[in-house]
């Protein structure tokens, strides 16, 4: 597609539930990123894919968190037992290019803005 | 290790007067340096990137940054602002393995 979707904008869960988010990325982009805005900072790193290899998970604040994307295109970014803390907006990224070059440009999406009760 | 330090969560000005934001970063490795502008509801959108060379940078806008390595700065200017500039500003920057690290932002209000 032209720009990266994702899929819900929004999701109201209540704690404990279970939440799976999708990211669309832009067609034949290599790279996919998912990060986590609270309200009120900035983007932090949760996790990387090249193709369908997740190739660093260093961000994710705990084993409840999960990405995949098993056919290098589309990605779930899946939350189990929700707590309140994980409320914010999870926002995805892609890249034409791959791991070797830090000077690529990511295309973000508009995100998807989780909020646990 | 990468870092980024936005000096000022908010910042006022005038239309038509000197936008200035502030980005500090600390990198390891030779830096590449960005701006990126969010409007409420939106994802970031690139408005600048440094990588090598020319170390005064033009993007989107009328915007600009300069990458000054003895200051660890990259500071974007808009000569006039503009109240469409009004939005969330992000400096970020990346090292060798396509990381991103982000500031925590600086919001732009203009007033008329």
């Known amino acids: 597609g032209a720009g990266v979707s994702q899929s819900p904008r929004y999701k109201v869960a209540k704690r404990g539930q279970d939440v799976a988010l999708r990211c669309d990325p832009i067609?034949?982009?290599?790279?996919l990123f998912w990060y986590q805005q609270a309200l009120g900072q900035g983007p932090e790193f949760l996790t990387y894919?090249?193709?369908?290899?997740?190739?660093?998970k260093s961000g994710l604040p705990s084993d409840r968190f999960f990405a995949e994307r098993p056919e290098g295109s589309v990605s779930t970014l899946k939350i189990q037992r929700t707590q309140q803390e994980d409320s914010a907006v999870y926002l995805c990224?892609?890249?034409?290019?791959?791991?070797?070059?830090?000077?690529?440009?990511?295309?973000f999406g508009a995100g998807s803005r989780l909020t646990v009760l | 290790a990468q870092s980024v330090t936005q000096l000022g969560s908010h910042v006022s000005v005038s239309e038509g007067a000197l936008v200035l934001l502030r980005c500090n970063y600390s990198?390891?490795?030779?830096?590449?340096l960005f701006w990126y502008v969010q409007y409420p509801n939106q994802g970031l959108q690139l408005l600048l990137k440094y990588t090598t060379g020319a170390t005064l940078v033009k993007g989107i806008n009328g915007f600009e940054a300069e990458f000054k390595k003895s200051e660890t700065s990259f500071h974007l200017t808009k000569p006039s602002a503009h109240m469409s500039d009004a939005a969330e500003y992000f400096c970020?920057?990346?090292?060798?393995?396509?990381?991103?690290?982000f500031g925590s932002g600086t919001k732009l209000n203009v007033k008329p």
């Open positions: 990224a892609s890249s034409s290019s791959g791991v070797s070059s830090g000077a690529n440009v990511l295309t």
């Open positions: 894919f090249q193709n369908e290899a997740q190739l660093d």
């Open positions: 990198s390891s490795v030779p830096p590449y």
């Open positions: 067609s034949g982009h290599v790279s």
């Open positions: 970020a920057v990346s090292g060798n393995f396509n990381k991103f690290y």
